[in-house]
């Protein structure tokens, strides 16, 4: 096979992609991609990206603790347009005495951490979540906590666990440690947010244990697949 | 692609052509690069020297134990380098030891390692680090303007002052010794310790792993430390104008840094400490489940 | 307690009672809108900023405006967009103003800048831990989320709006108040730069 030896650039391969070159050009392109097969690679390389782009998910979790900020800025620019006093020095025991807080809060954890869940799997849950904020946290709810984890830690477990070969035992060993001791500090932080369901605190420390859990699986599997 | 890397000659001479069985190979590379010049080098090496010199020009050295491969090169072939990527293989555990590589690289540069089990010392490097290790230890003596670090089990020691570092590991200890414009430290095990500098923003956080923090707060500092069970020790200057919130959620809380008492935290379980001195520019924030913290001067 | 209402992605009058309630101080009302659309707010600022402690800032930033602003919002398009698009113009004026905050923040993990390579952390499979190749997609949606956050601001901007998000040449020339020629040549620098991050080139 002849082979040409010059080949077209990726820009320029992706202006063809979308259709943006005029005729004389796309078609002498066209005739170039019939003969070189680096040059059809690099062009099925872009369609694949922009497939790869499109399909990330639209949905991130936002973390926990940006509602409360949001709220507590929310309710300065009130009180300042309200022409009121200006907001009194927060103090130390409104961190977990706000119910409604809590259930806000819990909710948006359900509304999904899903860093890595597909498009439609975001939107579903998205439209799912639009229940207006109970004043407290019903055990369901926490429970729906744990679902909206589950889905992106076991997609990440399962990843690990195909490639599990790719680790060295050592590195596995450690892993399996690390991920044992975030799950011995769930349980806590689960068991203790049973039995007081409002507690704006301990949905925050659960969601972030569940979060350091997301963090190590994601590095685990970046160990064996990537240089 | 692979195959499509400009492939750099490398100069692989034995360095004992008669021994029997641990015949080495040297590494000797040396190019003019850009002073922001991007290095990448990965795969299977114990020992990893970065240091920055005062040239434009990238040296890459050492040795790689029989059987070992290295690939890679410069991205362009034409003037001064602008990025270089190496990758080395080992046959097996045993000759991943005797891979031992040292890189020079202007101040300015960025460098990227990514390592399974290895030691990296860096130092003088004002650039980028960013520093990848399962096992082994890091350490970082210079003052990047990033910094990242990620290990799993290989302890992290960084003194100097990154601008902005992230520092992760899984077991390892975390130790900073310096000051830090924005820091983020996070460990599942690991202890955190942090001291002899200012930190303006740092994130602290463990699982069981215990934190010590003992350093200056800046007027406008912004300090937040968060444990499961791992204890938190924050010991500051009796001067600091800061405003401090502390709670747990079953843990004790100690205050030896100002004259204000604990309380006891919601359904008389855990405790809740709030206190500031001068007009409270800085913040410190301090959260955990059932460890316990202590507040402390300096 | 606040009247109950449910938002439903289509209903428009929903949106719109559920918008007068809130900017009339329903923080109820408000806290509904912020959980229905925070998500794809954050997404939007992690992906257009490269960090995600940028992402949230900005992202409590775009909700504070948007109480501010909700009188202002007039029904004719969707709530949805019209909180997408407050998004995308205060990451970028905000992008504009912050220079060196930009150069710590997206080198959370951006670390190479400048050159034209700009390969991501997880490169393609020169080897794994212990050379073995790598497998699949999740892998692949990491890096590629990575390989974004490495990208230039203006290739970065002009990707994810037009890749990512679906937007038109010509609204993120609007937007981004650049001409629409310069968009299409940063899509194909953006594209070009991924490709090789992601060790396809």
Redesign the interface.
């Known amino acids: 096979m002849n082979e040409p030896m010059s080949h077209y650039d990726i820009e320029t391969l992706s202006a063809f992609a979308d259709g943006e070159l005029n005729a004389v050009i796309a078609a002498r392109i066209e005739r170039h991609l019939a003969e070189c097969s680096v040059c059809r690679d690099s062009l099925r390389g872009v369609r694949e990206l922009v497939a790869a782009a499109h399909a990330l998910p639209r949905d991130i979790a936002a973390p926990a603790e940006a509602w409360d900020a949001v709220r507590t800025r929310v309710g300065r620019v009130a009180r300042v347009a309200r022409g009121s006093p200006a907001a009194s020095r927060r103090h130390t025991g409104s961190w977990w005495r706000s119910g409604w807080m809590a259930a806000a809060a819990a909710i948006v954890l359900v509304a999904g951490t899903a860093v890595l869940m597909p498009r439609t799997a975001g939107k579903a849950k998205a439209t799912k979540v639009g229940r207006p904020a109970p004043v407290v946290v019903s055990p369901v709810a926490v429970a729906n906590v744990d679902r909206s984890y589950s889905a992106t830690l076991s997609e990440l477990r399962e990843s690990l666990e195909s490639q599990r070969h790719a680790l060295s035992p050592s590195t596995v060993r450690i892993v399996e440690r690390s991920l044992a001791t975030i799950d011995t500090a769930i349980a806590e932080a689960r068991s203790a947010l049973a039995s007081d369901p409002a507690n704006q605190a301990l949905v925050e420390i659960l969601s972030a244990h569940y979060e350091r859990k997301v963090e190590l699986l994601q590095r685990a599997t970046e160990l064996s697949s990537s240089f | 692609?692979?195959n499509?890397l400009l492939t750099l000659t490398l100069t692989f001479a034995a360095l004992v052509p008669w021994s029997t069985a641990a015949a080495q190979q040297k590494v000797d590379i040396h190019r003019s690069c850009?002073p922001?010049?991007?290095v990448?080098l990965?795969?299977?090496m114990s020992s990893v020297k970065i240091i920055a010199w005062d040239r434009d020009s990238i040296s890459l050295t050492g040795v790689l134990a029989s059987g070992s491969k290295m690939?890679g090169g410069p991205?362009?072939v034409t003037g001064p380098v602008?990025?270089m990527?190496f990758?080395v293989?080992a046959i097996d555990?045993t000759a991943l030891l005797g891979n031992k590589l040292e890189l020079r690289v202007p101040r300015n540069a960025?460098v990227?390692i990514?390592a399974?089990?290895a030691d990296i010392e860096a130092s003088g490097v004002t650039g980028?680090l960013?520093l990848?290790i399962?096992?082994g230890s890091v350490r970082v003596n210079a003052k990047p303007?990033?910094l990242?670090v990620?290990s799993?089990?290989g302890s992290v020691t960084v003194s100097g002052s990154p601008?902005?570092a992230?520092l992760?590991t899984?077991?390892g200890d975390v130790t900073l010794q310096g000051n830090g414009?924005?820091v983020?430290i996070?460990t599942?095990?690991g202890a955190i310790r942090v001291s002899e500098g200012t930190v303006e923003r740092g994130r602290f956080?463990s699982?069981?792993g215990p934190i010590v923090f003992t350093g200056d707060l800046p007027r406008r500092g912004d300090l937040r430390f968060?444990t499961?069970?791992g204890s938190i020790e924050v010991r500051m200057p009796r001067q600091a104008s800061v405003e401090i919130?502390?709670?747990t959620?079953?843990g004790t809380i100690e205050n030896a840094w100002s004259n204000a008492r604990p309380i006891a935290g919601?359904?008389g379980r855990g405790m809740?400490?709030?206190t500031s001195s001068g007009m409270g520019g800085a913040r410190v924030l301090v959260?955990s489940?059932?460890g316990n913290v202590r507040l402390g001067t300096k | 307690m606040t009247a109950r209402l449910e938002l439903v992605p289509d209903d428009r009058d929903g949106e719109r009672a559920l918008a007068r309630l809130a900017s009339s101080g329903d923080e109820a009302a408000f806290a509904q809108l912020y959980r229905a659309h925070s998500s794809r707010v954050f997404a939007l600022c992690l992906r257009m900023s490269g960090s995600r402690q940028r992402a949230s800032e900005l992202m409590q930033d775009v909700f504070v405006h948007v109480w501010e602003r909700l009188g202002t919002w007039r029904g004719d398009s969707a709530l949805s967009s019209w909180i997408y698009r407050l998004t995308v113009n205060l990451v970028l004026s905000n992008g504009r103003g912050e220079q060196r905050r930009q150069t710590h923040e997206t080198a959370e993990n951006a670390m190479d800048e400048g050159t034209e390579h700009r390969s991501s952390r997880p490169e393609r499979s020169e080897g794994s831990e212990l050379g073995v190749a790598r497998p699949a997609s999740v892998h692949e949606r990491i890096d590629l989320e990575r390989a974004i956050a490495k990208l230039p601001n203006g290739a970065r901007t002009v990707f994810v709006l037009h890749d990512v998000e679906g937007y038109q040449h010509a609204e993120i020339a609007t937007m981004t108040g650049t001409a629409e020629g310069t968009c299409r040549a940063q899509l194909h620098r953006a594209r070009k730069l991924l490709m090789e991050a992601l060790g396809e080139r």
């Open positions: 692609m692979r499509r850009t922001t010049v991007s990448r990965g795969g299977a690939d991205y362009n602008t990025g990527k990758f293989e555990e960025r990227w990514k399974g089990s980028g960013d990848n399962v096992g303007r990033e990242i990620e799993m089990d601008g902005y992230r992760k899984a077991t414009e924005d983020t996070t599942v095990s956080e699982v069981t968060d499961h069970s919130d502390a709670a959620v079953t919601r359904e809740e400490l709030g959260r489940f059932k």
